[in-house]
């Protein structure tokens, strides 16, 4: 079992930044690619991020390309999220999950996190 926990999220306006983290605990954390995904009221879970095991490799969705970096940092069992120049198309709850290999597909990722609320105000 992997247990994971979001945070970072909160109100920002539009053009601000805001940092996610999530934490791992259980299985050896390094053993995962990691990946973030969001959620807006009544719509799919859609894929943001993904990262490699090592962190060498990142993947990113079209609309995020150039605003979000994700990061891990196997030494303290968390990934990150950073997300500038946020949009109110942006607002969500942002989702960690792990996965055997990093991928777009949510079926690809054995656990998830609770998720954290981000709201970007025009």
């Known amino acids: 079992q992997v247990q994971l926990v979001e945070s970072g999220g909160g109100l920002v306006q539009a053009g601000g930044s805001l940092r996610l983290s999530c934490a791992a605990a259980?299985?050896?954390?390094?053993?995962?690619?990691m990946g973030w995904f969001r959620q807006a009221p009544g719509k799919e879970r859609d894929f943001v991020a993904a990262?490699?095991?090592?962190?060498?490799?990142?993947y990113y969705a079209d609309f995020v390309k150039g605003r979000f970096t994700i990061s891990r940092d196997n030494a303290k069992n968390t990934v990150y999220l950073q997300m500038n120049s946020l949009k109110p198309e942006d607002t969500a709850v942002y989702y960690c999950?792990?996965?055997?290999?990093?991928?777009?597909?949510?079926?690809?990722?054995?656990?998830w996190g609770q998720g954290t609320q981000v709201t970007v105000s025009s």
């Open positions: 259980g299985r050896t954390f390094s053993n995962y690619a």
């Open positions: 999950g792990a996965s055997g290999a990093p991928a777009s597909s949510i079926r690809r990722y054995d656990y």
């Open positions: 990262i490699t095991e090592s962190g060498g490799t990142t």
